[in-house]
């Protein structure tokens, strides 16, 4: 599914479903992937691209606010947001982000999201799971979590990457 969301994405640059959502637990190489497909985005020259650490950018919205930080977030070519959901952010904090989300989104700004929060449920989810959306919801809000999935591709990755059992030998 990467695969091809990469392949198609020169003929859909400047449209909805530009953008990349993946949710998948710890070590599922969801951040390994994104920043594959950041490399492979720079190589289509499409401005400049930025990777975020969302716990560095929730701290960064603490302190920081203003025009100049929205328009620096919603400029980029391309932005990763890596970790989505980690950490504990206050009503201000989520108030920027979800405005950094709905300019980057209404400009059809790609945007790459990463998270271990759950996106998508159903009736046979276990508390866990549904628990896990409900705060992403929160964090985002409905406006936000509507325009995620009417313009963004989504990947759910499953299980644990490769690396993990050479992780656990040192």
């Given at each position: 599914a990467l695969e091809n969301w990469l392949l198609q994405f020169p003929e859909h640059a400047g449209e909805p479903g530009n953008s990349l959502f993946m949710e998948g637990p710890c070590r599922s190489g969801k951040s390994h992937l994104a920043v594959g497909c950041l490399y492979e985005l720079l190589a289509m020259e499409l401005g400049h691209v930025r990777f975020c650490d969302c716990h560095m950018l929730l701290a960064d919205l603490r302190q920081l606010w203003g025009d100049d930080l929205?328009?620096?977030?919603?400029?980029?070519?391309?932005v990763l947001f890596d970790d989505l959901g980690i950490g504990e952010p206050g009503t201000i904090q989520v108030e920027r982000l979800q405005n950094i989300l709905y300019q980057r989104i209404e400009n059809l700004k790609p945007t790459i999201i990463t998270t271990n929060l759950v996106f998508q449920t159903s009736h046979q989810s276990n508390a866990a799971a549904m628990e896990s959306h409900e705060r992403l919801?929160?964090?985002?809000?409905?406006?936000?979590?509507?325009?995620?999935?009417?313009?963004?591709?989504?990947?759910?990755?499953?299980g644990i990457g490769p690396w993990e059992s050479q992780a656990d030998e040192y």
């Open positions: 929205v328009f620096q977030w919603t400029d980029y070519g391309v919801c929160e964090l985002l809000g409905d406006r936000i979590m509507s325009r995620i999935r009417h313009n963004f591709a989504y990947i759910s990755l499953t």
